[in-house]
């Protein structure tokens, strides 16, 4: 190997080693993927938030029929699991753009209707908003997601102030033009006369046309989850 040879090898090994180190770094101590939402976040939202209005605690169907809006506090964002060079990370994006409603009627939810502004999700990363607005989701052809609930949610009585139940919402998703039914857990907070939602919807990306998010040494999973916090007030 002639020494000319053998410094451009040793340039290339260099370079490598720089890009591995950059994508450690980047991967493990630069990317701060937000953690989950979990139950603590609904609780936290449905005491720090205002709500727009109060008819007081909700102890018996009285309390809770009729119509609720989205409140401050709620939050959607998407969650996927990529790998830069190697190096396992997430990624994510939030947003609070959100409205919608739903109905409760006796023990049951009803009617539920909800639509998301893609246009204002934002992560920690320009570069990952660019690609998720432009050739991942295309939001300037498809601006809105939506969720219409298709079959009551019923949770079989009233929950007292401050207790948690968990139920099944079952209903029709749209998102980037193609709308599939989804079934999914969901938690219900009931709080001062105010209601909290937790859940996670997981997301086929082929299922709604969505292409591979996946890019040069960036390499996605072939899913991601859908998460929210909605916290709701009295119509």
Known sequence: MTRHLKKIVVVLMAL???????SFIYAKVINKADDEFDSSDVK???TTTTAASSDGVPTDADGVD????IGEGSEVGYRIDES?????TTANGRTTG????????????TTGDFRVDMATFSSDEGRRDNAFDG??????TFPTATFVLTEPIDFDGVPADGTTITATAVGDLTLH???????FLVEATF???RVGVLGQIPIVFADYDISDPSFASVRTEDNGLLEFVLIFDRA
């Open 16 to 22: 490598a080693l720089v890009v591995i180190a950059a």
């Open 44 to 46: 936290d939202r449905l």
């Open 66 to 69: 009729g119509a609720w809006i």
């Open 84 to 88: 830069i060079n190697g190096f396992d």
């Open 98 to 109: 959100i409205t919608g409603q739903f109905t409760i009627a006796g023990t049951a939810v």
């Open 135 to 140: 050739r991942i989701m295309e939001v300037s």
């Open 177 to 183: 033009g193609v709308t599939k039914s989804v079934t």
């Open 191 to 193: 709080q001062s006369g």
